[in-house]
């Protein structure tokens, strides 16, 4: 198609109203809140506090110098990870630190941030709306009027590249064919500062001072709005979408743009020359890439509320032909004008609230990173997650030794029975040679038994149990074991027999008596009983002391393994349970702190 020549007026209009949209915005942007710094010094209040206590418990808590339990383990465990959330939180707040000074900076402005891949066209589209085509355009426009926008750099991570001049010295974003920018850069131009980016995903170079994409990620939550640049050869790739959740994370608003939307064509010149032009990909192309892109945003964040993210296609190229060439048609095929038009109806509409909003976001998101870190299950969830690691290593001790206490009582008395009917049998041979055993004595020797295999026994099974279980000494046996002695035992029999008695008795009658006189005795015969005590040796009380002596030790022994047991629990995780609902306390506390520091919604 022939060149033909095109009306400017609407490219001239879309200017126009871009810069009194730009110009009214400035009126509506407000100082930086004292109320920020305020609540950022309760927030660096709140965690210097809860340094200071959890260095306190470390103190208290730590084991070291020894080998651990599993409880121990998830103790020392626990206080690792509290250690790296208050390493991490230092490092938020140094950032948080950056970032507020970086908004306390450009306060007066409403900073936009454009950001996407290497080669996503960020420097070229932000030189076509610093001017650079229409300071070069062959028809008047706004931007002849207005002051030139030097460029000016927030922190550069490279060496080269970046801003460079053109033959006229004025300054511009460095283009190249690979990836240029390594600094967050910026132009003002009226109320708008708009901010270039380094590509994220870059290669790093030599000589780089920083992380290209860590650099990018650090002053996003800090900005007012966001351009997110997808380049249409590879839009919605996952290296890309993953932005997504980082702008709702910090609940920043974006345009995700599809830049490059166009592709190369022949067109025929005057004199019959093939030449080769930019058109604009068909519509339905263009559709059907933000359509993907919608999908893909749909399908991979299902929960993020999608009308935070418009998607349209333009294309810089085409712009900048337009310009050169006085192509009205061109200019709207690029589709930069929607996006002037939108920014610039933003910023006036908006910005007041944009920057009021994101002074306000700032603090809230910087508490939730505090509390809830930037990915699931982070932050102080991550914290009570490990003190509830604590709980369940505890538990599992615990519930093994109450299982095993049956055992473990079983297994001691049967010993504590053997050895003290083995002592029993000695008593009853020193009894039996007549060395009577005393109650004190045989009470004292059988709670020394007790104690002894006590001891033995429940150091043994905890052993098995408990890794790298020490033993420990048991407090002194004390139980009434009184039951009686042991000594010898006779039978008293009693036997009974008649004994004849003879004695003298009375005359009888008168003839006895008679003779009687003369000297004559008389005598009868009686029978009585005779009663006689008989002892028989019957041997020792043993099995009757025994038999007494059982059920008391049985009884005592028991709740001595069971004290023992409850001792043990208590001298090996009762530390660990005190330190896990101290920090509990510590962590509500901080919560509670920040939670009222953050700024309620109107």
């Known amino acids: 198609m022939a060149h033909q020549y095109m009306a400017h007026q609407y490219m001239v209009e879309t200017v126009d109203h871009f810069f009194t949209q730009l110009d009214g915005m400035g009126h509506t942007l ?13 927030i660096i209040s709140a965690l210097d506090d809860f340094q200071k206590e959890t260095g306190v418990l470390k103190q208290q808590y730590l084991v070291k110098g020894k080998q651990c339990n599993h409880v121990e383990e998830a103790t020392n465990q626990a206080i690792q990870m509290i250690d790296k959330e208050i390493e991490d939180w230092n490092q938020q707040k140094l950032q948080n630190a950056k970032g507020t000074e970086f908004m306390n900076k450009h306060q007066k402005y409403l900073v936009v941030m454009v950001f996407g891949a290497v080669k996503a066209g960020k420097s070229s589209l932000g030189n076509f709306m610093a001017g650079k085509s229409f300071l070069e355009a062959p028809f008047d426009n706004a931007f002849k009027h207005h002051p030139f926008v030097p460029m000016e750099s927030e922190e550069s991570g490279r060496v080269e ?18 990836d240029t920018t390594g600094a967050i850069q910026y132009f003002t131009m009226s109320g708008l ?60 608003e974006a345009l995700i743009l599809i830049t490059k939307s166009d592709e190369t064509d022949w067109d025929e010149t005057e004199d019959g020359k093939l030449v080769q032009t930019t058109i604009p990909k068909a519509p339905e192309r263009r559709k059907l890439q933000e359509a993907s892109v919608l999908q893909r945003f749909k399908e991979t964040y299902p929960n ?48 007041g609230q944009l920057k009021q909003e994101r002074v306000q976001k700032t603090v809230n998101v910087f508490v939730d990173q505090l509390l809830s870190g930037e990915e699931k299950d982070a932050g102080l969830a991550q914290v009570q997650m490990s003190l ?9 001790y615990v519930h093994t030794l109450e299982a095993r206490k049956q055992r473990v009582c079983a297994r001691i008395l049967s010993k504590i029975k053997h050895e003290i009917r083995a002592q029993a049998e000695v008593w009853d041979t020193e009894a039996n040679q007549g060395k009577a055993i005393q109650a004190k004595e045989a009470e004292r020797v ?13 150091n043994q099974e905890v052993g098995e149990i408990i890794d790298h279980f020490s033993g420990t000494q048991l407090g002194h046996f004390q139980a009434n074991l009184n039951v009686g002695g042991i000594e010898k035992k006779t ?26 006189w003369f000297g004559k005795k008389y005598y009868e015969v009686t029978y009585e009983t005779v ?3 008989i002892h028989i040796d019957v041997g020792t009380n043993m099995e009757d002391y025994m038999e007494r002596l059982e059920p008391v030790v049985t009884k005592a022994v028991t709740e001595f393994v069971s004290d023992a047991l409850l001792q043990i629990e208590k001298a090996y995780f009762e530390p660990q349970e005190q330190y896990a609902n101290k920090m509990e306390t510590a962590i509500d506390q901080l919560q509670k702190r920040l939670e009222n520091v953050k700024f309620r919604e109107n």
């Open 30 to 42: 407000h100082q930086f809140s004292d109320d920020v710094k305020g609540k950022q010094a309760q």
């Open 161 to 178: 590249g970046g801003i460079e001049k053109d033959e006229k010295g004025r300054q511009f974003f460095k283009v190249g064919f690979t």
């Open 193 to 252: 500062r708009w901010m270039d980016s380094p590509g994220t995903g870059a290669i790093s170079k030599e000589g780089d001072q920083l992380n290209m994409e860590k650099l990018v990620e650090e002053y996003i939550p800090y900005t007012d709005f966001c351009l997110f640049l997808q380049n249409s050869s590879e839009p919605g790739l996952q290296s890309d979408m993953k932005y997504i959740q980082k702008l709702t994370r910090v609940g920043q």
């Open 304 to 351: 993020v509320d999608q009308h935070f993210y418009d998607i349209f296609s333009v294309s810089t190229a085409l712009a900048e032909e337009a310009v050169k060439e006085d192509n009205d048609e061109k200019f709207k095929a690029s589709h930069l004008d929607l996006l002037m038009n939108r920014l610039g109806d933003t910023f006036a509409n908006q910005a």
């Open 388 to 396: 509830d690691a604590i709980r369940k290593e505890r538990d599992a």
């Open 446 to 458: 059988v709670s020394s038994i007790i104690e002894k295999h006590v001891s033995e026994g429940i």
């Open 491 to 516: 039978k008293t029999l009693e036997q009974e027999h008649k004994k004849q008695v003879v004695k003298e008795r009375d005359a009888d009658g008168v003839w006895e008596t008679v003779r009687s």
């Open 531 to 533: 009663k006689k005590q």
